[in-house]
C-alpha cells in the first residue's frame, strides 16, 4: 500500500508539473469596435484596426482612416513606430508609409526597382530601413527609404513560414517545420526547435512566445521551459496584441485591455 501511496504522489507530482501555471491578468477597460481585425494598441492608446480594408486610428477624441482600394486587400500593418505606420499590400508589391495623421508620405513599388522583388514579408527596420523578404529568391533584405537601395543579406531561406514579426533590430519567423528563427541587421540567423502549434502568435521577448490555441491565450518561456495559461473571461477570441505589459483581446464585441505581467 506504502509502494501505490508513494507511486500515486509521484504521478501527481509529474502531472501536476506538465500542466501550463496559470497567470492572472487585471481588467483594465473596454472598448466597442466593429472591425475585420485588429492590428493593435500604441503607448498613447490609439487603437488600430481594419474594416471593409480600411484602415482606423482610433482614440477617446477622434477617428481617422486611411484607404487605398487601388492596391487591393491590406496584408499587414506594422505600427511599432507610430509616427511612420507602414501598410503592406502583397497582392501589388507595395508598402505605404503614413505619419501619425494617417496620411500618406511615401509609397514604394517594389516592381518598379532597377532589381525588381517580389515581396511577400515587411516590416519596420532601424535606420530608416524596411526589412524584406524576397520571395523571388527566397531571401531576406534591407530597404533603404531614404536612398531607395535595396539590399540582400544572409543566406536563402528555403522553408516557408507560418508566422512572421520585425522590430528595429530583427527579423524573426516562425517556420512551418516549427524553427524559430531570428535575423540580425547583419545577416546572422539562429534558430531552435519549438513544440508549439498555435492560430494566432505574438513574439514578446528573446525565446518567449504568446500563442492563441483552442481558444486558449498561453505563453511559453523556452529559456526557462515554462508554460502558463493566461485566465480570461473571453471565449471567443479573434486575434490579441501585448505590448508594455498591456494585454488586448479583440472579440465580436470589441477590445477588452488587461494588466499583465509576464515573469
Aim: charged fraction near 20%; proline fraction near 2%; include cysteine.
Amino acid at each position: 500500500m506504502k509502494k501505490l501511496a508513494y507511486l500515486f504522489l509521484f504521478l501527481t507530482t509529474v502531472l501536476g508539473f506538465s500542466q501550463s501555471l496559470k497567470l492572472v491578468p487585471i481588467r483594465i477597460d473596454s472598448i466597442a469596435i466593429k472591425a475585420d481585425l485588429f492590428v493593435g494598441l500604441d503607448g498613447f492608446k490609439n487603437y488600430y484596426y481594419i474594416k471593409n480594408n480600411v484602415l482606423f486610428k482610433k482614440n477617446t477624441k477622434t477617428i481617422l482612416q486611411y484607404q487605398a482600394f487601388s492596391l487591393g486587400a491590406i496584408t499587414k500593418v506594422d505600427i511599432i513606430n507610430p509616427l511612420k505606420i507602414i501598410v503592406f499590400y502583397e497582392a501589388f508589391n507595395t508598402a505605404v508609409i503614413l505619419d501619425n495623421q494617417l496620411n500618406e508620405v511615401q509609397r514604394i513599388d517594389f516592381s518598379k526597382l532597377d532589381n525588381s522583388i517580389v515581396v511577400s514579408a515587411l516590416g519596420i527596420a532601424g535606420q530608416n530601413k524596411l526589412w524584406i523578404f524576397n520571395s523571388l529568391k527566397q531571401q531576406l533584405g534591407l530597404y533603404d527609404l531614404v536612398t531607395t537601395q535595396y539590399q540582400e543579406i544572409g543566406n536563402p531561406i528555403g522553408e516557408g513560414f507560418s508566422y512572421y514579426q520585425t522590430d528595429y533590430n530583427y527579423f524573426q519567423w516562425i517556420s512551418k517545420n516549427k524553427q524559430w528563427n531570428t535575423c540580425n541587421l547583419y545577416g546572422k540567423i539562429s534558430s531552435f526547435t519549438i513544440d508549439s502549434t498555435f492560430t494566432d502568435c505574438q513574439i514578446i521577448a528573446e525565446n518567449k512566445i504568446i500563442f492563441l490555441k483552442d481558444n486558449a491565450l498561453l505563453v511559453r518561456d523556452y529559456t526557462n521551459d515554462k508554460q502558463y495559461q493566461i485566465q480570461i473571461v473571453e471565449k471567443s477570441l479573434r486575434n490579441f496584441y501585448y505590448k508594455d505589459q498591456i494585454l488586448s483581446i479583440f472579440t465580436n464585441e470589441g477590445i477588452t485591455n488587461y494588466k499583465l505581467t509576464i515573469p
